[in-house]
């Protein structure tokens, strides 16, 4: 897959087949997009997902948003699925640009549409002017196929970026994994700790996660953790550990269950399946030892 962040960067003279929207998550409903978009594609059509990264606007208006993915994770996860991923930052170019324009002189005149997939509410261009409606009329004018893809819905609710953080904030971490058709995770390269847990028998490895990720709430967490492209459970804990740091530094361990090998320096990425109890600080070691235990054997009964 090629990835292009410049818009003067995509060069390519093919047709293409392209779905558009902020894809954050990349959720079952982009899901459904992205499968049409690559059946649409062929030898003389490629397939284009179009995001939108929010980052430049929320800088601007001097918001923290927080993300479901990052935009390395955007990457990784539709690589070898479609020809193409732009990654268009939302710069004030961007957003001032009429939905006509963007139109003729961005889908047309430079991805050559023959094929563009969009959800029911798609909105774009200079006051989100630009919809389905705009794209129909469009259409016949430019010789592209528009096609609108119903909303995935889950439980009767539309599946949205916004349904999935809720969820994740709230710590429910199966039903992120329904709406997002694959488990809610966090990367990190294995940095060192104080070396604390290898002394209370169980060692973790420590990863601070992306400060633009949205982060559950902190607790335990029964996890699913991949090493060297390999998958173990394991326990973690996302937090400060308020019993042994004052810092305030968010940190998730993970004990790996057998496992014993150093992954120092070594990215991995641990799926957080199900919340277990909220981190709490306890009045000794010995208690936060005891009381690890007591939640690593109960995630081996639960056998998540
Ligand atoms: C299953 C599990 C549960 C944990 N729960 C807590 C907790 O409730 N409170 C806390 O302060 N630290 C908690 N921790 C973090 C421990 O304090 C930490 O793993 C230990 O101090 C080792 O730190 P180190 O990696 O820096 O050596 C937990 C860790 C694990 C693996
Ligand atoms: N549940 C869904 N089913 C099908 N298409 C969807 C669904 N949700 C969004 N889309 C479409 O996917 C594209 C990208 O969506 P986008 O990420 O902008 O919206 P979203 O997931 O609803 O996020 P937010 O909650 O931030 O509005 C758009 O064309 C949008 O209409």
Known sequence: MQYVRELECYQEQRKAAVTLGKFDGLH?????LVSRVKAHASKEVVSVVFAFDMAPLYERLGKQKKSLMTGKERYEHLDGQTDYLIDCPFTEEISGMEAETFIKEVLVDQFHAAYIAVGTDFHFGHEKRGDIHML???AG??????EVVDKELYQ????SSTYIKEEVRAGHMEVARELLGYPYAMSGVVEHGRKLGRKLGIPTMNITPDIGKLAPPNGVYACRVRIDGNYYQGIGNLGNKPTVDADGKLILEVNVFSFDRETYGQTIQVELLSFVRPERKFASVEELKSQMEADIAAIKRREL
Do not use: A, T
Request: hydrophobic residues 15%.
């Open 156 to 159: 009767g609710r539309e599946i």
């Open 141 to 146: 004018i430019y010789g592209y196929e528009l």
């Open 136 to 138: 129909k009329q469009y």
């Open 28 to 32: 079952r409903g982009h899901q459904k």
